[in-house]
């Protein structure tokens, strides 16, 4: 079964410093979805990566699919208190039939101190 | 609002009471899924319904629990016999179907979750 390990599992740093975490794959992924949690809520869709080598970006937080497709980055420059959070890398499980079965990352807690 | 709705967002139950859980989707959304997080843990797959079918279903799910979604709208997740350990979030999210395989990917939408803490 196909599981994600990201890391680092907890970040602290200081407001207006940038910062990147990373998910890794065992697995080939064939789509890798990045959402954010604040504690005790629900999940908010970020970014959805699918081809090797993709990059998007949003206001200021840029995701990354490497060429093999089996890890990827986020990166938040000049962060900001908006940006704390958990941060949870998922993965489609299937491709059949076209499901959607997210396997999840541990999750990244991120702490930005003013 | 529009978004994924669940109800209630907590719920404190004596340990052996049963509780059940609703999820209303996005209205156009054929995909509904359970989802289960513990603390600390990013959310595990629980089952999942294409229209009013349940397709699937994980080793997660015990016999204890129970998911339904009769008319392909709203679904609701029952839990008998709770026990302590069934305390976590329970996330609900739906998403478009996706008809070919090769077809673009779509985002699943969450919902706030419900809270269980069985005492």
């Known amino acids: 079964s196909q599981e994600l390990e990201q890391s680092p599992q907890s970040l602290i740093v200081q407001e207006g410093k940038n910062l990147t975490i990373n998910c890794t794959s065992s697995k080939t992924l064939y789509g890798l979805y990045w959402y954010k949690q604040k504690y005790g809520e629900g999940l908010i869709f970020l970014m959805m990566?699918?081809?090797?080598?993709e990059e998007k970006s949003h206001e200021k937080i840029t995701a990354k699919l490497d060429e093999k497709k089996q890890q990827s980055s986020l990166h938040i420059t000049a962060s900001q208190p908006s940006h704390a959070g958990i941060y949870l890398c998922?993965?489609?499980?299937?491709?059949?039939?076209?499901?959607?079965?997210?396997?999840f990352g541990q999750g990244t807690r991120l702490t930005i101190n003013p | 609002d529009t978004g994924v709705s669940q109800n209630p967002r907590h719920k404190i139950t004596k340990r052996g009471q049963n509780v059940t859980f609703r999820c209303d989707p996005i209205s156009e959304h054929n995909r509904l899924y359970w989802y289960r997080q513990t603390l600390g843990q990013g959310p595990e797959f629980l089952t999942y319904f294409q229209n009013e079918a349940q397709l699937e279903k994980s080793r997660l799910l015990s016999d204890r629990f129970s998911a339904e979604r009769p008319k392909g709208s709203f679904s609701t997740l029952e839990i008998q016999r709770t026990e302590q350990g069934d305390s976590a979030m329970y996330l609900c999210?739906?998403?478009?179907?996706?008809?070919?395989?090769?077809?673009?990917?779509?985002?699943?939408?969450f919902g706030q979750g419900t809270r269980l803490t069985v005492v």
């Open positions: 990566l699918q081809k090797g080598g």
């Open positions: 998922g993965a489609d499980g299937l491709i059949i039939q076209g499901a959607q079965k997210l396997v």
């Open positions: 999210a739906s998403s478009p179907v996706r008809r070919l395989a090769y077809e673009k990917n779509t985002e699943a939408f």
